[in-house]
């Protein structure tokens, strides 16, 4: 990528990103989203009559979720932060 395209890059770089994930997601709304994000991917199950596109789809949708749950605490804790705890989200 030239450094006339990095410069007009609308997406802000690793730490801005989680900054901006940490203020999205704070206060009580943004907390109780992220338990909600949590209740409908990271602790759903699917039966034992689910079908690959199922498993695949779910799994997709919790990759995702961690994803901004990751982003999410760095934002709060720091780059060094690497685990969410689920304490922490659901505050």
Known sequence: ???EAVANDPRPDAA???????????????????AYLRSITMERTLGPGACDAQLRHLEGQRQLVHHILTLTERGRNGPTSMAVSTSDVDQ
């Open 1 to 3: 990528m030239s450094s």
């Open 16 to 34: 801005e990103l989680a900054l901006i994930a940490a203020r999205c997601f704070q206060g009580g709304d943004g907390r109780q989203m992220l």
